[in-house]
């Protein structure tokens, strides 16, 4: 351990922390830009690049970055001289300098690091405004790249390419041409980007923003020719609270509900639905491979991949192309609903395909990419017209002026309303596989699931495993979150080292509920585990707790599908990939 003082308070730390390190412990505020450690999800970005962070060491000639100085016995720092006070407010100009003063129009207004820190230290002039960066911007269905915005902290290149292994995001050019971007410069668009969204998460200004549809969705509202339908996805209730100031963890299913109602929606319906029905054909999926391999079939794959995931599936269509069929054939719940609402609902209620709008509520940005893939369309007409993020979501019911917090509980609508705790479940790391695996112990033994909580998939580590009885099998699962770990599992079934049956991957880390659409965490990974919380809570409160018990899902399947991996649940509920 290593002793050091700062502004007069005596604190130890281990040997190899930094200043920034040491302050923390004991409540000494350093401000910071550049510098983020969400050390549980692999994301340490300590590039010291700002220099906002800088403080006085005593007998040193030159100021320190604490987030980068590490400490040494005896140490005494002052974290608040003038001397850094000062220098502090000269980075911000600096930084202020070529930056677009579009703090009234930004995305990123109210949430914004930089704009945080320049209130907060009075800056009402920037002395030395120059020259200034003009690079064009990037529009991709997902993610807008604002390039002027950006001041290199180089957050999103340190979570593009060593969290994610995605590699899409480097640092390029000089001065006021530095920006980061996709190699050749070419757009995102174009580039091996899985659009998870979570350099957006972490970026601090609006250099990287979400591409926002909510007045294409205010827009469909208003067409009386339309019936507008939407779907909330199971992790935007764990979260959406917090933009109204309610603490994290805060389950706001019923307000949603009733928001959504107040904002004009023909029918709320629920995402956690149609995860139940990818149960029911993932589960079917895997059973089937499983007997199959188990009767000594040669040409089964084994493990089957989740593919609910629209970042994972773009990240294994880009870097694993040869290994496209593994994963499993079956839609996203996103897609399942899509394609069931604009079939089976919209025959039910006598509406037109395309007078139906169907508009889902994601945690994530890719699902905006995944709603425009050519395979999830109908004679050109998507089966999911309009994805909005649980930000953009909060932004609208601001707009119509509800009051969220004191809004009455409401029931999602039938048909495509009713739940079971599998589905919700889906919105934490595991929470598929769990799912999957309460419905096919209960198909494989015919004997009941008394327990349905599997505890050993739950929790932030990056890679879990574990192994479950189901009759006379050891079932070996995988999970891993975030897709730096993924490729660790896909190297592994490569190279045919991999011993597991199946495997569950969601691109972002902690699953749906750390998505790119989320309302920011600003690095507080407290904030995921609060949101896991939440989802397990839900879970533990429903009647039913396993997919295949769902009544209308067994209605549905009974009325119009016919039977699981049966010939028009195929046609509807499966998917190809594409290299
Ligand atoms: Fe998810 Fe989903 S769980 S990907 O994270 O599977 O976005 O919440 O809606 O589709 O259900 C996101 C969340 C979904 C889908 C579901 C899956
Ligand atoms: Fe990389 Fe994900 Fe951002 Fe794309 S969206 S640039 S993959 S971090």
Redesign the pocket.
Known sequence: MVKITIDDKLVEVPKGSTILDAAKKVNVEIPTLCHLNLHDVGLVNQTASCRACVVEVEGRRNLAPSCATPVTDGMVVKSNSVRALNARKVVLELLLSDHPKECLTCAKSGECELQDLSEKFGIREIRCDGAQSTYREDYSPSIIRDMDKCIMCRRCETMCNEVQTVGALSGINRGFDAVVSPAFEMNLEDSVCTYCGQCVAVCPTGALTEKDYTWDVVSALADPEKTVVVQV????RAALGEEFGMEPGTLVTGKIVTALKKLGFDNVFD??F??DL?IMEEASEFLDRLTRHLEGDKTVKLPIL?S??PAWVKFFEHQFPEMKDIPSTAK????MFGAIAKSYYAEKIGVKRENMVVVSI???LA?KYEVGRDEFKVDGNPDVDISISTRELARMIKQFNIDFVDLEDQEFDNPLGESTGA?VI??ATG??IEAAVRTAYEWVTKEELKDVNFTSFRGLDGIKSATVKVGDLDLNIGIAHGLGNARKLLEDIKSGKSKFHAIEI?ACPG??IG?GGQPYHHGDLDILKKRAEAIYREDEGKAIRKSHENPYIKELYSTYLGSPLGEKAHHLLHTHYFN
């Open positions: 996805a199971p992790a935007v995402t956690d149609a995860a990818t989740t609910c995931c996203s719940p996103q897609q994601m945690p994530c699902k589905g889906f919105g929470g598929v969601m699953g749906c998505g």
